[in-house]
């Protein structure tokens, strides 16, 4: 049960290059998130799925795009990368009744745009 | 307001002594608060979490405190490990709707042996 993966786990970008995050889950779970961990910042949420096909933003969306068209995969896009970007990002996922276990994070994808 | 106060930043704590961390929330819409532990190079995993209806809640070493008149909450851990050294971050959602989490921006522990 390999649970939340995400790849690549490092990226570096040039100013203006895109690129995509995938977020891959195997636990059935409905809802889908990314965040980006910046420090002194905590997580803040960019978009994210409450199932197959539905996308939403969060507090931080501007210059990112999400699609989920399989319930499984959740990615993130960058589309013309910016030195403000530069952060961790990590995809989590959750039941719908968030109870007990609560979201399953990724590992991590370590972005830097110079 | 949507925020979590997370309070402190940092915190140096002796070896098998008590580790205090303190999250204040605006938002009385709020009805979920999980805490949750991030060791360097891994993602956040659920420590504990409570429900506004209780006002206390137990896992081993790991105690949440809740007050919902001062809209705040803590997260206590006992005779603390160098193995609880993470960083630890509050946080706070609202219905089963969608299920996000306002989180903290973190407190950095580090127990000293």
């Known amino acids: 049960n390999a649970g939340v993966t995400q790849t690549p786990k490092f990226r570096v970008l040039k100013t203006g290059q895109s690129m995509t995050l995938l977020c891959a889950q195997d636990m059935n779970h409905e809802y889908m998130y990314w965040y980006r961990q910046d420090p002194g910042m905590g997580l803040r949420l960019i978009h994210y799925s409450v199932g197959e096909g539905t996308t939403a933003k969060g507090e931080v969306p501007d210059g990112y795009n999400v699609s989920r068209l399989k319930k499984q995969n959740f990615l993130l896009g960058l589309e013309s990368a910016a030195p403000s970007q530069t952060s961790v990002y990590f995809c989590?996922?959750?039941?719908?009744?968030?109870?007990?276990?609560?979201?399953?994070f990724g590992s991590g994808t370590r972005l830097t745009v110079v | 307001q949507q925020q979590v106060k997370q309070s402190p930043q940092s915190l140096i704590v002796q070896k098998g002594g008590i580790s205090i961390i303190n999250c204040a929330y605006e938002n009385t819409a709020f009805d979920y608060f999980p805490w949750y532990q991030q060791f360097p190079g891994k993602g956040p995993a659920l420590l504990i979490a409570?429900?506004?209806?209780?006002s206390e809640k137990k896992e081993g070493r790991f105690t949440i405190s809740f007050n919902k008149s001062a809209k705040q909450f803590s997260l206590h851990i006992m005779d603390s490990q160098p193995g609880d050294s993470a960083t630890y971050f509050c946080a706070a959602s609202m219905g089963s709707a969608t299920n996000k989490l306002i989180f903290g921006t973190g407190t950095l522990l580090a127990v000293q042996p």
């Open positions: 409570i429900r506004p209806d209780v």
């Open positions: 989590a996922s959750s039941l719908r009744l968030q109870g007990t276990y609560g979201y399953t």
